[in-house]
Structures are given as C-alpha cells and as structure tokens.
C-alpha cells in the first residue's frame, strides 16, 4: 500500500495533465512541422526549417524576452525576499493576513489595474505631473513607453508569485533556530547566509520557476507599456496565430521558447550546485 | 482517436476554401429556411441599450423571440475561437454575429464561414443604407454582410499641447512632435495612413505600393517621432497628452469630447478610412431567416435612431440624423444638449465632403497578405 | 539586539510599502468608481456621486459576468488545491516512476504562452465535440493553476522532516490520520498560498478563457470587450467590491487570530 501512495497521489493531476497538456502539446507538435495556409489548409510535411526560420526572424524578440524576464525576475527576488523573511519570522499570528493584502489587488481584474497605472504613471499625471510642476523632474521624462515601464510591469504583476513561495519554505524554520545561529556565528550577516538563505533555497527555486517562466512569455505588459522597440516573444506568438494565422510557426516559437526556458531553468538549477533540472525541482 | 488524428482535426489539414456560391444555390438554401419564431445575437458589449428596446420592438412586432449575447471582445480572439468550431462544422450556436471589417472578417469570407444573404428579405437595407455602406470592397453587393455601426480612422489631437489646426496627415511624420506621436499596431490601419501619406490610395494599392509606405513608416520611427504603436489605449494616451497627435477612431474622440477632454479629431486631407462593425449570419446557424428578419428590422430609421443615440458612432443610415434633430426639439435640459452635440458633431454624422475623403482598406488576397502583414508587422512589432 | 529591532522595524513599514504598492492601482480604480461622469467614457474626474453604487447591477449582463467568475474561481481553486496538493506532497516526498516526466510536465504547463494553450484546448474540446461552457472553463483553468499550487506545496513538502510522521505511525495513527492530524496541519502555509494564487490566477484570467468560454462570460472578459466602447462604472464599483470584502476578510481573519493567541 505505502508502494502504491505516490502513484494514487500523482493519479489525479496525472489524468488532468495527460488529457489536456499533453495531447494539446503531441497536436502542436504536429503543427509546428506543417506548411500551407489557413486557406488552402495545412500538410505535414516535417518541415523542421519552421524552426530555423522561425528563430532567424524572430531572435530579438526573443532574447529580449530573456533578458526583461530576467531582469524583472532578480528585480522581484531583491524587493519579494525581504517581504517574505519578515512575514515569516515577524508576521505573528497576522501571516496570512499579509499574504492575503498581498494578493488581493490581483483579485481584480488586469484590465482595471493597467487603465489606473496608466492614469498614474502619465507623463503629466498625478505623480509626473506634479513633480515636474516642482522642477523635480525635466519636462519630456517618462515611464510608459520604456523599457523601465515594461520590466516594472512585469515586476509588479508577478511579485506575489515570488514572495509566497519563499515565504511558505521560510515560514517552516524555527526562529530559535535562527537566533541560535546569530549567537554562534559572529554577525547576522553570516548567520543568515550560513542558516536561513539554504533553507530558504526550495522556496526561492519555485518562486523564480513560477515568475521568471510566466514573465517571459508575457505579452501583455510589452503591449500596454512598452514603446516602439519593446516588442516580446509572446506578442509574436499572439500575431503569428490570431492575425497571420500561421499556426505552424506560432507553434514552433513556443516550442522554441519553452525549450530555451528549460535549458535556462536547468542553468539555474546548475548553479544552485544540483546536478538534475527534474531532481533540482523536486527538491 | 490517436494523438495525431487529434492534431490533424485540430488544424485542419484538408483544404476549406469555399468555392463562391452559385446564386442558384443561395436561393436554393434560403428557399429552404423557415421562420423558427426564435433568434440568438452575438455582439460587443454596450452595443445595445441595457433596455434592450429595439430587440424588445422587434419581438412585439414579429413574436420572434431573442437572446442577446454580449460574447465578443476582439475580432482576433471571436475568429481564433470560431473557426476550429466552424472547420469542425459544428455550428457556433449564434444566428447573428457583429465582426470589423479586417483580416479575420476577411478570412471568414474566404473560408465560407459566412451564409451569402437573400436580399429580397431585406428591403428596409435597401431603402434606408446610404450608399457608402453599399459599396465597400471587403464585401462587394453586399453579399455576406449588412454594417451593424461605423467609425473613421483619422488623426486626434490634444489641444492642450498642439496649438495649430491639424489637416494634413505629413503632421504624424513632423519631427517637431518627436516622440509625441501614436500610431495604431493594425497592419492595416497603419499601412493605410502610410500610403496616404505617399498620394496612394489604399483600396487601389500594390505590393510596390505597401513598401514605399514601409519604408516611409520606417523612416518615421527610426527618426523617433514615434512613441508607441497603439491598440485600443491610444485614446487614453492622446486625452492625457501622452502622446499629442495620433490616428484614431471617430467615435472614441466623440465620447472624450462629450466628456469634456481637450481632444480634435480631423478626417486628414489627404484621406481617412472608414470602418465598419457588420452583422453576419454564421454557416451552421439554427435560425437564418429569423437572423435576416432581425437585421433588416435594426434598418427601420426610427430604430436605428434609438440605437445610435445609445452607440454614438457612425450609423449607416443617414435618416436618423434627422430623427435625432426632431427628437432633441422635444428634449429638455441635460437630454437635449446632448441630442443637439450629436446631431452636429460629425463625428456621429460625417459631412458630404468628409465622405468624400474616406477610402476603403485594400482587399487582401491570402497570398497578398503573407506580403503586405510582415512589411508593416517588422516596423509595429521590431 | 537594538540593531536587530531597528531593522525588523524597518522591515515591518518596507512590508506594509510593498503591499501599497501593489494595491496603489486600485485607488484610482476605488475613486472612479464614484464619479458622476457625463459622457461614455469614465477617465477624468467630473464630480463625485454614489450613482454607480445604486444602479450597481442595472447592466445585467456584467452581473451575470461576475457571478459566472465568481463560482468558476471558488471551484476551480478547490479542485486545483486538492490534486495539486496530492502531486506537490508525492513529488516533495516520495521517490516513483514517472517523477521525472512529471516534473517536466509541471513546468511545460508553466511555461506554455496563454495563447497557445487557449487555442490547444479549444482544438481538444472541438474535435471532442465537448460543447463550451462553464465547465470547459473551470476545466482549463485547473490546468492552468495546477502547477503554480503543486510548486508551492512542495517547496514547503521538502522542508519538512519525514520523522515526525513516522512517529505519528509508530504511535499507531493510521495512514489518514496522520494525514490529517501531522501533515495537513504542517503543509497547510504551502496549501494556503497556493490556494490564493488559484484563485487569484482564475478570477483574473482573460485569454485562455476568450477561447474555452463558448457563450458563458466573465467578469474580465465582458470588460475587455466593453473598452471600445468605454467601461460603465459599475465595473469599478464591483472591483471595489471584491476588495473590499477581501479586506474585511483580512481584518476578521486578523481579529479572530488576535482573540485565539
């Protein structure tokens, strides 16, 4: 029976992934490998060149896509870890409650959130407006339409996917562990890095799994914020399939784009000194 | 069915482009239909008064009964969620549905997703339509489609920031407004404003045509003049001086107007596109001629009325001005100013010579398309 | 130990700035929810009045549109707590065949652009002949949270100590209780947060659901498709809503923990 455990554990996601992950995915498959158009239809050719000439038309965008996902993913660890370790280890009785605050504007809908930051963060706005009125700020700054904005866009829609999953690994270390560690070791700076950042680790792993992954394939913040050379991978994807229809290379950029997130995924899990990306996500 | 069956359901593999029906066959299909006392409309949101008062007359007048469906959102996403229903040949469970005129209206077309119309059936079209909405090349005789609401593409432009009357389309391309132009991310959108402003006449275009305009929005973005390859938000943008000048859509600008926003629009003088929002009837719908007896009933000028004071766009049928102006004699207070900022404002009712600069997109063939998209895609989405 | 009670301090009002931060949009959003505006389009301040609040559920529609999301959210979250809890607790504890392939599929599911899942999806549900609704849409968003609940759940599953449990067996518990009494209780931070993404995840779901939806709608998408035309009020009003509930949530919850301690 106790053999048995993991695979009825497993069973139900198991079935839920099979049906509509995996099949969905074999189909794709299949279709990043055809050629025609919507009209005449779509013939299998194995036409792995969709690839090739997928990626040489489209390598900017997607590197650029690495790079702002990146980026807003080490902006989200610096602002998100110290959210984490305080409503950990100070949050009290209160903890979830935090959390909850923390999640709660994404309760409301994007749409709502992107017209109020847009009416924030206007050129000359409540915010700019004001400072510039002070000669705080030179007349034609901005924020929307950069690069700035569309990285800060993707830091603030998946932060809470960082802080709570640090929290939830942080959460679990006795506090007296950590003062035990602050009086042996000589500073608190050392008592952190030797104690509670590897035990933070698993935490800190599925929190970049779960923003840095969503956040380069995003296409609505490069839409809404992002100026005339701020374009994504996922933004090609949606006109590549809604308004070109050519499924076959909205197909094969994703493939291409999940294949590049594993290998950067497996990188990372390098880095973290584990030697398997499945094992390193399991532990 | 195999992982791979499943693949080739899923993308359609056989061929599905309609040959053009025989007009025999159009006949023959509608001689067939009958009237099924019930009809189920797909539109956008706040395309109906919450009243629903022309849908309430309609059922008074005829007992047909409705449901009226609030499902669509964007042209794109309606098209990329219909056609594997459609190629299926399953039916999308609606009798009429609202699309742009564009790519997926387009596609729609040539994949004979659409039941060509049996204009006999619809005489309040025939006498009431203006004769614009009569001839739009995406849709010649009006064969597929009836023009539920229109808009014009132009230039809008923020009061506040620009202090000279803007005519021309080259203002988008002034390097004096550096960075505080928008331009739309459409392809089509843009390449039209590309070619206008190169003398050309989009609905007339060739491929030699679409690169000189790419080449031209080319010049205009790597000069910086550009800020933003804008979709819907642009008209935010422009209200609150993000950017000053940019293309734009009619009715959004008249809305800001009302609301007090230091906002113009100008149909430029080298040309404008108009657009328009059409009902059609899906292939695979349950009621057709309850379908078609609806649409022609929404072109009874006194219904119409009513609809455009709620929509506040372009209608297609010019007599409702008229009714509009009868009614707002009768209006009082907040009411009546309102009507009378409608009726004047040609936003809502386009001038003779407005009209007369407004073009039609160019009609793509698939082949074109796989052309004319990634010239001005690489420049929107570089 | 000033030192430290000087940083937990500034610790403390960094947390309560980020968790401003976060919720700054939703000001603007509270404020023009109480705007007496003339025209179609609700974006500049004309004058304040409680109109919106009256009429609140006049557009029947956008009603129905945030009732269907509503039950959608709560049921999606509890099916997607449940299995995802099950997987996240095998993957973080126990060794099996297929744990590999597994992982792998977490994180394809992670990483899968919206759209492509969206339309993959619909591709599935048609050549089916699985007519879209309502559940076709809860459907697809347990895919879509799935993985984000069994990554937090594990994280916190592999930070436990097995012995406890085995303890709890050699006291002869059986194989539920020590469930329910040594596990649940201490996965349950993990369980909870990822609960909270579920839901969130859900609720504000635009473009998966734009393809699985048939003709049911939800609150974000009736919104989207309302921007051409200009978002009526009611729309902000109902935003404040749900964060004003969750914030009177937040205050019980913190009341009623204050009264146990």
């Keep these: 029976m106790r053999r048995l455990t993991p695979y009825l554990l497993a069973l139900p996601s198991w079935m839920w992934l099979a049906i509509f992950l995996v099949v969905p995915m074999v189909a794709m498959a299949s279709v990043s490998l055809q050629t025609g158009n919507a009209i005449d239809g779509f013939a299998m050719t194995f036409s792995f060149s969709n690839y090739g000439d997928a990626l040489s038309r489209y390598s900017p965008q997607l590197l650029r896509s690495l790079l702002y996902g990146g980026l807003a993913t080490v902006a989200m660890l610096i602002i998100g870890y110290p959210v984490a370790y305080w409503i950990a280890f100070r949050g009290g009785h209160r903890k979830s409650v935090y959390l909850f605050l923390l999640l709660l504007p994404f309760f409301v809908s994007f749409v709502l959130r992107t017209i109020s930051w847009n009416f924030l963060l206007s050129d000359n706005g409540i915010l700019f407006g004001t400072l510039k009125g002070w000669g705080l700020l030179p007349a034609d700054f901005h924020v929307l339409a950069t690069t700035f904005a569309v990285v800060g866009g993707l830091t603030y829609n998946f932060l809470p996917f960082m802080i709570l999953p640090i929290y939830v690994a942080l959460e679990r270390v006795d506090p007296r562990v950590v003062e035990a560690a602050q009086d042996l070791y000589a500073t608190r700076t050392a008592a952190f890095r030797r104690v509670v950042l590897p035990l933070s680790l698993p935490g800190v792993f599925a929190g970049v799994l779960m923003t840095f992954v969503p956040a380069t394939a995003d296409p609505i913040n490069a839409q809404i914020l992002g100026g005339t050379a701020n374009t994504m991978i996922g933004n090609i994807i949606q006109t590549e399939y809604l308004t070109n229809l050519d499924y076959p290379t909205a197909s094969a950029l994703s493939f291409t784009l999940m294949a590049v997130l594993l290998v950067g995924i497996f990188i990372y899990a390098r880095a973290l000194g584990t030697e398997n990306v499945l094992e390193a996500a399991a532990r | 069915m195999s992982a791979a069956g499943l693949a080739l359901a899923a993308c359609g593999v056989q061929g599905q482009k309609a040959a053009p029906p025989k007009a025999d066959a159009v006949e023959d299909f509608w001689s067939k239909q009958t009237k099924h006392g019930k009809v189920v409309f797909a539109n956008w949101p706040e395309y109906m008064p919450e009243d629903k008062g022309p849908l309430e007359k309609f059922k008074q007048d005829t007992g047909i009964s409705y449901e009226y469906k609030e499902v669509i959102q964007e042209n794109a996403e309606f098209f990329g969620k219909a056609d594997p229903v459609l190629r299926a040949g399953q039916s999308l469970g609606y009798d009429i549905v609202v699309m742009t005129n564009g790519v997926q209206l387009q596609h729609m077309i040539d994949l004979g997703y659409i039941v060509p119309l049996d204009h006999s059936k619809l005489p309040n079209f025939q006498a009431n339509a203006g004769q614009k909405y009569k001839e739009r090349a995406y849709d010649p005789g009006n064969k597929y489609t009836v023009p539920y609401t229109s808009g014009v593409t132009g230039i809008a432009y923020n009061t506040n920031y620009v202090k000279e009357d803007i005519t021309s389309i080259q203002s988008l391309f002034d390097p004096k407004y550096k960075g505080r132009v928008g331009m739309m991310a459409d392809a089509q959108e843009i390449g039209n404003f590309g070619m206008f402003a190169l003398g050309i006449d989009p609905e007339k275009s060739a491929e030699a045509d679409w690169q000189k305009a790419g080449e031209k929005l080319k010049a205009q973005r790597d000069a910086g003049i550009v800020r933003k390859y804008y979709d819907q938000s642009y008209i935010d943008a422009v209200s609150k001086g993000d950017v000053w000048l940019c293309m734009a859509w009619s009715g959004d600008v008249f809305q800001r107007q009302l609301a007090g926003e230091p906002v113009k629009f100008v149909v430029p003088e080298e040309g404008g596109t108009i657009w328009t929002d059409n009902m059609l009837i899906p292939k695979g719908a349950a009621n057709p001629v309850d379908a078609l007896m609806l649409m022609d009933y929404l072109y009874q000028p006194t219904v119409a009325a009513e609809l455009d004071e709620f929509i506040q766009y372009v209608t297609p049928i010019p007599a409702v001005q008229d009714l509009l102006r009868e009614k707002a004699k009768t209006a009082t207070g907040e009411k009546k100013k309102s009507l009378e900022e409608m009726v004047e404002s040609p936003l809502m009712f386009p001038s003779e010579a407005d009209y007369a600069k407004l073009r039609n997109y160019v009609k793509l063939t698939t082949q074109q398309e796989q052309v004319y998209n990634p010239i001005f895609q690489s420049i929107t989405q570089a | ?261």
């Design chain 3, 1 to 261: 130990m000033r030192g430290i009670r000087v940083g937990d301090r500034l610790l403390h009002i960094y947390t309560w700035l980020v968790i401003v931060w976060l919720s700054s949009p939703i000001a603007v959003m509270i404020l023009f929810g109480f705007n007496d505006k003339q025209s179609k389009s609700n974006t500049s301040w004309q004058g304040f009045t409680l109109r919106w609040y009256a009429e609140l559920f006049d557009i029947s529609d956008l009603t129905v549109a945030l009732r269907n999301s509503l039950v959608i959210a709560l049921i999606s979250t509890v099916i997607t707590v449940v299995i995802g809890t099950m997987l996240g607790l095998a993957l973080g504890r126990h060794r099996f065949r297929g744990k590999g392939v597994t992982n792998f599929l977490v994180f394809a599911a992670i990483s899968t652009p919206e759209l492509v899942m969206g339309a993959s999806l619909l591709s599935l549900f048609v050549s089916g002949s699985v007519p879209r609704d309502a559940n076709t849409i809860i459907v697809s968003h347990v895919l879509f949270s799935l993985s984000f609940v069994v990554v937090t759940v594990r994280a916190r599953v592999v930070t436990l100590d097995p012995s406890l449990e085995e303890a709890a067996r050699d006291l002869g518990a059986t194989a539920w209780g020590t469930f329910r009494q040594v596990t649940l209780p201490s996965i349950m931070p993990g369980v909870l947060a990822g609960a909270m993404l579920s839901f969130a995840l859900s609720i504000d779901d635009y473009v998966v659901t734009s393809f699985v939806n048939g003709s049911t709608v939800t609150f974000p998408l009736w919104i989207v498709g309302a921007v051409k035309t200009g978002i009526p009020p009611q729309v902000n009003v109902m935003g404040t809503l749900i964060f004003g509930v969750g914030v009177l949530i937040a205050i019980a919850n913190a009341v009623a923990a204050r009264r146990r301690n």
